[in-house]
């Protein structure tokens, strides 16, 4: 005799015992409720048109205010910023992000002819990827090899903003920003977390109006220094002025009787900032603009 128990036959249906729905009847239960569902969803995606259209007239009304530009960085981020602090449930928040990029990006585009330029020497066209994740996938761009012709497309009236590679000591295209008429605005990815495929590269947006604040930003100084001012001695005089200096760039171009530096610090410093006055190291300091401090998430 085995010792295993034997398996209990399943007992038949009795009065107390409910009968299972016929299957046809199961089927077209699931139908129905498939088909409720459906519904709502088309009236769900009826009302969030509705929203998108209200708030496309309220651009309209925003845009005859008479503001000064219809690109407002510092201000984005902080709509992002507040929507993923409020998200919850189960869609991905980078895909809350990339809807209201490019969401973003149709109304500022709706205010003014905005357009782009970038400098994309890199042979995947990365940075025109990134520069299509922050401003949309048909905003019209033209792209370019070298820093100065995408900075002349913003001369000329045919950008409204340049996208660059993230400036080093040996590329100086941050330099001609020392004639505050260009401003660095922004900084990309906002978005940090990169998922698969997606374009590694890090750039500075540059325009010809000062970036706007966003409560969490990172300003940039450029300066111009002796020729024999050392990186220690820049940062203790920008410490001493009462900035926390992040990234310092020092360049210096052969033959030239001038250094230039170009610094970061923390939090949004304006062109008036007292600050610069008491930078003893430094013959004239500059600031170059800023940008909202990036953010990132589960991926």
């Known amino acids: 005799m085995s010792s295993s128990a034997p398996i209990e036959a399943i007992p038949p249906a009795t009065s ?29 995606d009826d009302a969030v048109h509705d929203l998108l259209m209200r708030r496309a007239r309220v651009i309209e009304a925003v845009a005859q205010s008479g ?27 980078q895909a809350l992000y990339r809807i209201w990029r490019e969401l973003l990006a149709a109304t500022t585009g709706m205010q003014d002819g905005f357009a782009l330029a970038v400098c994309d020497p890199h042979p995947g066209a990365a940075y025109t990827q990134l520069a299509r994740e922050q401003y949309g996938a ?30 080093s000591e040996t590329e100086g295209w941050w330099t001609a920003l020392l004639h505050p008429d260009i401003h660095v605005v ?7 977390v990169r998922p698969e495929g997606s374009p590694s590269v890090q750039a500075l947006v540059v325009a010809p109006f000062p970036p706007d604040a966003s ?4 300003s940039l100084i450029g300066l111009e220094l002796e020729d024999d001012v050392s990186r220690a001695k ?9 900035f926390a200096p992040g990234m310092v760039l020092l360049r210096r171009d052969p033959g030239a009787p001038v250094a230039h530096a170009l610094v970061e610090v923390e939090g949004h410093v304006a062109a008036d900032d007292k600050r610069l006055d008491t930078l003893a190291a430094a013959r004239r300091p500059t600031v170059l ?7 990132g998430g589960a991926a």
């Open 215 to 218: 409560e969490q930003d990172r």
């Open 16 to 44: 107390e015992t409910e009968e299972p729905p016929p299957l046809e009847g199961w089927r077209t239960t699931a139908a129905n409720g498939l088909a409720a569902l459906r519904a709502e969803l088309d009236e769900i």
């Open 234 to 242: 820049l940062t203790a005089a920008l410490t001493a002025a009462g």
């Open 186 to 192: 922004a900084r990309l990815p906002f978005w940090t």
């Open 138 to 167: 048909l905003t019209p761009l033209r792209a370019h090899h070298s820093p100065s012709q995408a900075i002349g497309e913003l001369s000329g009236g045919n950008a409204s903003v340049a996208v660059l590679p993230l400036p």
């Open 67 to 93: 503001k000064r530009s219809a690109l407002r960085p510092g201000r984005e981020a902080s709509i992002i910023r507040r929507l993923l602090a409020r998200h919850q449930g189960s869609l991905p928040p």
């Open 289 to 295: 603009g800023g940008y909202a401090v990036p953010v």
